[in-house]
């Protein structure tokens, strides 16, 4: 077989012969970089690129039918959002869903995980793979399948209550119960919190338990003591996700109300709005800047929890 | 040492394919286009032959017109066809201009155009396309009044009064779309169930009376509550009706745009929301009748299904005429695409009748298509005499199954939807009756920011149709308010 020669650059250092002769980090920071680059590479193009032009369209009044008519606003944008109406609103309805939403989510899906990580439970997989399999389903499909459950006619909810003697509200046109119903669609599809638990509760050392019985603890101190304690990253991990991903809530809200935030924008979530300002009112300077809005609330909302963090969550191997 | 480079040469040709294949493009169904079209998301784009062409002469030599397909009709296989048919045929019948068409997903289109229109590649001529389609890109339309008066192009076979409705649609008094195509609104009837009830059918003829009483709002109240029917079989004017259990409505209006007010009040009379200064917000009278009778009508009279019962599988998940559980139905000339119950329910009667009058007056609400210009076109000249041929030709209309404005044309479109029932008689002269009161304003006449205002107008709707009891003149105190806000952030 013919020998053939390959040119790689020289890096500064390489041997004269021609030879790389790099130190073992060296190289392998080189192949790093070589594996990460598509990567990188991505995230340039799709992440940072859009998220720099986001920003400058934020301080312009781009509108996409009139692309001609562009100006530079400077921090006009930012300026209208305090006094928007909608905006407001749909900051108040992602904070109202999330104080209902997150805590009931996050006990559930702890509950849930409990229940199945519980050698009593017969069929443990099972039931694991039963809570786990609504994830599977597009939220499209399962919205639409949730409409139906919860329509005060036809719904199965409301005859199920029906049976034991209560009148079921309507769920999805009236504002006090609209959210009720978002945060029990959203239960059906806490599979994946409940794995994630599911795998912080198998990683408890099962010896701290048998010495917290020994000592005579019951279940429910046991529980408050060494569960929770040692599950505390896994739970502010859950917490974080919870969080951003209530505040980027969207799809559930569009389907049910076809985009419009019905009843009387109960469930303009701060997304929806945002939604609607780029595509459906072509204000996309406007909506960058709801954009950009977005992302400082959710930032100083995670800064502030790992500032939490800091005091009520353990570590077992020191802080991460 | 050989064997290290070759295989660093490999490493590094694979990471080179995998950012290639990272960055490029999806695989594309669409043909190879010229670099405006392209600018979409081509998976949106319906594969057509001959394939699109951008820019420069056509294969017949003529300048090329790109005309923009999917914002309204237009994109079912079978009209696609027809479309391309009108294009070869136009293409080889001269050689000045080329037509070439760019048909898009219809859910994509809007998306698609603005994209287009931000990225400088924009079409020539788009449609055919409603005039709230119209809308969302007015100030982006060409006014066409120069190319009238400089073609002398004259509307052959349509009322007068039907051009002056097509002059009114565009922003600031432009012209922007040629009479083409128009929609009015009457009636629609389930025969079978006035029979069942032992109703008289309504009138057709305007100044008819019904049962000697004049065909009003009150009189269409009256009606649709007799024929809106509980599982004990009473109805809703008898004492002792279940208005938790009705299994058969009275009324409703079906499509209305997502419970748009201004839509739903159309037919209670027409006015515009906007001041004659162009700045201030009014709320025309009309829409607070309108709006107390719809809320009473669902809350308190019950023959208007509430939303969750327009959702049920008793009117068909919100095709409820087709369901044959809604007695009468007001909607546009368009909805006898949707009056066939899906299989195995059998086709039931229906028939025409004309709009009651409101407080003594007469106003069936117009939808109309048409193909409009962008003022972006480089080519107005050539795209005005490609638009002059698209809005004259009756293949079109028969293609979009459309109805025609020219009124010599219509018989055949009545004739047409004919034999998709038939069996019935459907009395076209309501049609015809009712084009002599179209909405002017229409109640999809451009306003400052026309997105921000149907989405008020829809909550507003949305509001009076799901809420008892609410407070309507509340409700437009605040309506008012809000596009107030909309007209001032828009100057």
């Known amino acids: 077989m013919a020998k053939t020669s390959v040119a790689i650059p020289r890096p500064a250092g390489a041997a004269r012969d021609g030879r790389i002769h790099w130190s073992p980090t060296r190289r392998e920071a080189f192949w790093g970089l070589i594996f990460v680059g598509p990567w990188i590479a991505g995230f340039l193009l799709f992440t940072v690129g859009p998220l720099i032009a986001s920003l400058v369209l934020s301080l312009t009044n781009f509108n996409l039918v009139r692309p001609d008519d562009i100006q530079f606003v400077g921090l006009a944008n930012y300026a209208q959002l305090a006094g928007d109406p909608l905006v407001i609103q749909g900051l108040v309805v992602t904070v109202k869903f999330a104080l209902i939403a997150i805590p009931i989510t996050m006990a559930a899906s702890l509950g849930t995980a409990l229940l199945v990580n519980s050698p009593r439970l017969f069929g443990r997989n099972v039931f694991r793979t039963l809570f786990y399999m609504p994830i599977q389903i597009p939220l499209v499909a399962s919205t639409l399948v949730w409409i139906g459950f919860l329509n005060t006619e036809t719904g199965w909810l409301n005859k199920l209550l029906a049976v034991v003697g209560i009148a079921g509200p309507d769920w999805i046109n009236t504002a006090a119960w609209v959210y009720p119903a978002l945060t029990l669609i959203g239960l059906w599809g806490i599979g994946n919190f409940m794995l994630i638990n599911l795998a912080g509760l198998q990683s408890v050392p099962t010896e701290l338990y048998e010495a917290a019985r020994i000592d005579g603890a019951g279940p429910w101190k046991i529980f408050r003591r060494i569960t929770i304690p040692l599950m505390s990253p896994i739970l502010l991990y859950n917490l974080v996700i919870s969080l951003i991903t209530t505040f980027q809530y969207f799809t559930q809200a569009y389907v049910m109300t076809n985009g419009r935030g019905d009843p009387n924008n109960a469930t303009l979530f701060i997304n929806l709005d945002l939604y609607r300002e780029a595509f459906v009112n072509n204000h996309m300077g406007y909506a960058s800047a709801i954009g950009w809005l977005l992302f400082a609330i959710v930032l100083v909302l995670t800064l502030v929890l790992f500032l939490f963090a800091r005091k009520r969550v353990y570590y077992a191997g020191g802080e991460a | ?491």
Request: proline content about 6%; hydrophobic content about 45%.
């Open chain 2, 1 to 491: 040492m050989v064997l290290r480079n070759w295989r660093a040469l490999g490493t590094l040709m694979a990471a080179v394919m995998l950012i290639a294949v990272a960055c490029s493009p999806a695989p594309s169904t669409a043909p190879t286009q010229g670099a405006a079209a392209s600018s979409g998301p081509a998976a949106s784009f319906v594969q057509i032959t001959p394939e699109p062409i951008a820019a420069g002469p056509g294969p017949n030599g003529g300048t090329v017109v790109r005309w923009f397909i999917g914002l309204g009709a237009g994109t079912q296989p079978a009209q696609i066809a027809g479309e391309q048919a009108f294009a070869a045929a136009y293409n080889g019948s001269q050689k000045d201009v080329y037509l070439s068409l760019e048909i898009v997903d219809n859910t994509q289109a809007s998306n698609i155009l603005k994209t287009e229109l931000a990225s400088g590649t924009a079409p020539d001529i788009i449609g055919p396309v409603g005039v709230e389609g119209l809308n969302l890109f007015a100030d982006q339309l060409l006014d066409l009044k120069s190319l009238i008066a400089s073609t002398g192009y004259t509307s052959t076979g349509v009322d007068p009064a039907l051009v002056d409705f097509f002059n009114s649609l565009g922003q600031d008094g432009a012209t922007v779309g040629l009479p083409f195509a128009v929609y009015p609104s009457y009636i629609f009837y389930n025969q079978d169930l006035f029979d069942e009830a032992g109703l008289a059918y309504p009138p057709t003829k305007v100044g008819d009376m019904y049962e000697g009483k004049p065909w009003d709002l009150e009189a269409l109240r009256g009606l649709a509550m007799k024929l809106t029917v509980d599982k004990n079989g009473k109805d809703a004017t008898e004492a002792g009706f279940d208005a938790e259990n009705i299994v058969q409505w009275g009324f409703d209006a079906q499509y209305m745009d997502n419970y748009n007010a201004r839509a739903e009040s159309a037919w209670f009379g027409a006015g515009s929301f906007l001041d004659a200064d162009g700045k201030t917000a009014v709320i025309p009278d009309y829409v607070a009748t309108s709006a107390k009778w719809w809320n009473a009508g669902v809350w308190t009279d019950h023959f208007i299904p509430t939303a969750n019962q327009v959702a049920s599988d008793l009117l068909g998940a919100g095709s409820e005429f087709a369901s044959g559980n809604l007695a009468i139905d007001e909607a546009h000339t368009w909805f006898t695409c949707c009056v066939t119950p899906p299989a195995p329910k059998k086709p039931f009667k229906f028939g025409f009748a004309v709009q009651p009058t409101v407080n003594g007056k007469i106003t069936s609400p117009l939808h109309a298509d048409t193909f409009s210009i962008l003022k972006t076109t480089k080519v107005p000249d050539a795209a005005f005499t490609a638009l002059q041929a698209m809005v004259a030709s009756g293949d079109l209309l028969t293609t979009y199954g459309a109805m025609p404005a020219d009124t010599t044309k219509q018989q055949a479109w009545f004739d047409s939807i004919s034999a998709n029932f038939p069996g019935l008689t459907l009395d076209w002269d309501v049609a015809k009756a009712m084009l002599a009161y179209p909405d002017i304003p229409n109640h999809q006449s451009w306003v400052p920011d026309y997105a921000k205002v149907r989405s008020a107008m829809q909550a507003f709707g949305n509001a009076y149709r799901t809420t008892s009891g609410l407070d309507i003149d509340a409700e437009l105190a605040k309506l008012k308010e809000t596009l107030q806000g909309i007209f001032d952030a828009a100057q």
